[in-house]
């Protein structure tokens, strides 16, 4: 009897591009197999291995639904078989089954710590889609009205791709950084705080089931991926401010509250249930409507949209398994620099300067000639004129024309810098932005 006493492939997850994986069969000289490979729709691999004059192959490597395989190779002298194994790009996940035969006719077998019978299965190897998360900004003042735009263009997103980890298997990790210039075509901003993780949103939507007036238990269609602190605007939903969004999901429980069973002591749950044919069998599943308790009452209607919005990586986790952290992040805002169109007295509060774009009041003024233990505050602009608390110049002199000053403490451009590090690919893309309107003010 001739032995097969090894086979080798790399089982490691692919990503989603066309990737060639090496195999290799050990054995006795004279060993004979067959081998077939397919994927999870149930295609085989065809195998190609003919090769043109030119060394392109014959008929293009594929799946196909046509049962395929390479069939009765035969180990040499060398007592090792190569081969190569050629894995199509993917749009969705795939997963793949190797499995060898020993040729009986042959007189062939498998090695007994290999394998008993006459087939061995190779772990099944896994080939994941792309999954793509975009880092962008968001703001209410992205555009004024009116066709003003308050922020110049947003600088470009970044992306970083990398493969889910929705077949239990960990996804790659990725670090990279953001560096954000921002820039505005009028007025100025100045800094409210740092920035944080959760400053990265994002958002979904849900249907409503039921109509309701004055209630705190929404119920939904569908409650995957929300969590507990979403944000939750729609219609009929109170708002602060006039900020949609700021009442927030404070509990969630799968199906919907069943009246005639709940008590003073436990609100009971109903889950809806469906049936479906699952591989041929009709199979009773519980479907995903659920309850969103609100921190607010409100009034619903019937198929009303209501969007949710996340932050942070603890939401992202549960909307669709994605994790992330954000280190070294950071807000900075240029000083405006400008020089003085005049002499200004040592005791004027109105510094008359080339350009004020940018300075808002409470910044501070600093230069050569100004005392620094007396740093002007600023209190008013009006076009070129700067009004300031109290002027008080270094020796009791007066400010030259010409003088340069800085401003600090309010801008029109500033710079947003982090370092991400991607953890989890989720299952799907999806995009997080980062709201300004939680950072910086304009004004």
Do not use: C
């Amino acid at each position: 009897m001739k032995i097969i006493n090894n086979v080798t492939i790399n089982t490691t997850p692919m990503p989603s591009v066309a990737i060639s994986k090496p195999f290799l069969i050990s054995g006795d000289p004279g060993a004979v197999f067959n081998i077939t490979v397919t994927n999870e729709d149930n295609h085989y691999y065809n195998f190609s291995e003919e090769i043109d004059k030119n060394g392109l192959l014959i008929t293009p490597v594929a799946f196909t639904a046509t049962p395929t395989q390479l069939f009765q190779k035969t180990i040499d002298d060398s007592g090792v078989y190569n081969g190569i194994i050629q894995f199509p790009a993917i749009t969705d996940d795939d997963e793949y089954n190797i499995t060898v035969f020993a040729d009986p006719y042959s007189e062939t077998v498998f090695e007994e710590t290999l394998s008993l019978s006459n087939t061995y299965s190779l772990p099944t190897i896994y080939k994941y889609k792309d999954t793509t998360l975009t880092f962008s900004l968001k703001s209410v003042e992205a555009t004024g009205g009116d066709n003003n735009e308050l922020y110049n263009v947003f600088p470009s997103n970044v992306t970083s791709v990398g493969f889910s980890s929705s077949l239990g298997v960990p996804s790659s990790k990725k670090t990279f950084s953001i560096s954000w210039p921002l820039t505005l075509n009028d007025d100025g901003f100045k800094i409210l705080r740092q920035p944080v993780t959760t400053d990265f949103e994002f958002s979904t939507t849900k249907t409503t089931k039921t109509a309701k007036t004055n209630s705190k238990f929404l119920e939904l269609t569908d409650i995957t991926g929300l969590s507990i602190g979403m944000t939750v605007s729609a219609v009929g939903i109170p708002t602060t401010n006039n900020n949609a969004g700021t009442t927030t999901i404070t509990d969630i429980n799968k199906g919907y509250l069943d009246i005639s069973n709940s008590s003073n002591l436990a609100d009971v749950y109903s889950i809806p249930t469906s049936v479906q044919t699952i591989n041929g069998v009709e199979t009773v599943i519980e479907t995903t409507g659920g309850t969103v308790t609100l921190a607010t009452g409100s009034d619903f209607v019937v198929d009303r949209v209501v969007t949710f919005i996340g932050s942070g990586s603890s939401n992202t986790e549960v909307f669709n398994n994605t994790l992330f952290h954000v280190s070294n992040f950071k807000l900075v805002i240029d000083p405006v620099v400008t020089t003085t169109t005049a002499a200004v007295a040592a005791t004027a509060t109105v510094i008359p300067v080339t350009n004020a774009n940018g300075i808002l009041s409470f910044s501070v003024v600093t230069g050569i000639g100004v005392n620094s233990e007396n740093a002007m505050i600023v209190t008013g602009i009006s076009s070129q004129n700067i009004t300031v608390r109290a002027l008080v110049a270094a020796d009791g002199e007066a400010i030259e024309s010409g003088q340069t000053l800085t401003f600090t403490g309010s801008s029109r451009s500033a710079l947003v810098t982090a370092d991400v590090t991607v953890d989890e690919y989720g299952i799907d893309d999806l995009t997080l932005s980062l709201d300004l309107d939680n950072i910086l003010t304009i004004e």
